[in-house]
């Protein structure tokens, strides 16, 4: 069953350093998201992504955040400086836009980053 | 703007019983979909099960079974013949505006 990878699982940086959370979507989906949970919280919309431009971002989603699809499998985000807030995990989802109209999001594993 | 609350921090039932978690959401969205996520200890997130807000009927999924009342915007998930690989998070979700909003969840915890 195809499913939605992300790498790496888990990523320490210091504070203020850049990171790049990578994650391979469904082949057949064009509709991708991140979220992000803090330990002990709930998880937390981010950013959906389609047809190669931001549909949708959250008030957490500032300019230190920023996604990409730089080829047909890839999508990624990039936190240009982290802060210790940042720790998290965070989920990578895909979903199918067609003819059924499906909204099911598929998540990856997660990475889990920690700043210190 | 949509919201999702889960009232029940924290469930317990014995194995082989049943248990319901409750959710209840708001949404000025008229058209939306209403999931159940599991999260075990691995953090993955799992769907349980999915209902489309214009369907009448409650759907299924061999022991989980949803209760949707459109009206009271209540979603309540149960559970049957409850097993120990049931043990997880459980977040109430609904899609609307192109993102998933979540409640904050529910321990559910399986007594041998």
């Known amino acids: 069953e195809p499913e939605v990878t992300q790498t790496p699982s888990h990523q320490v940086t210091q504070m203020g350093q850049e990171v790049i959370l990578r994650c391979v979507p469904i082949s057949n989906h064009l509709y991708f998201y991140w979220y992000r949970q803090i330990l002990g919280q709930k998880v937390e919309f981010l950013v959906s992504f389609y047809n190669n431009e931001i549909s949708e971002k959250s008030e957490i989603f500032d300019d230190q955040f920023s996604v990409e699809r730089p080829d047909g499998s890839n999508f990624t985000l990039k936190i240009r400086s982290t802060k210790l807030e940042d720790s998290a995990m965070y989920f990578c989802?895909?979903?199918?836009?067609?003819?059924?109209?499906?909204?099911?999001?598929?998540f990856g594993p997660g990475t889990r980053l920690t700043v210190t | 703007a949509q919201t999702v609350t889960q009232s029940q921090p924290e469930m317990s039932v014995q194995e082989a019983e049943t248990v319901t978690l409750s959710c209840t959401y708001d949404t000025s969205e008229s058209d939306y979909y209403l999931f159940w996520y599991k999260q075990p200890p691995s953090r993955q997130m799992i769907l349980v099960i999915r209902q489309e807000a214009y369907k009448q009927q409650n759907a299924t999924e061999n022991r989980f079974s949803v209760n949707f009342q459109k009206a009271a915007k209540s979603f309540s998930l149960k559970i049957s013949d409850s097993q120990l690989g049931d043990a997880a998070m459980y977040f109430c979700?609904?899609?609307?505006?192109?993102?998933?909003?979540f409640g904050t969840g529910t321990r559910l915890t399986i007594i041998p």
């Open positions: 979700a609904s899609f609307g505006n192109e993102k998933l909003t």
């Open positions: 989802a895909s979903s199918e836009v067609g003819f059924t109209l499906s909204y099911e999001q598929y």
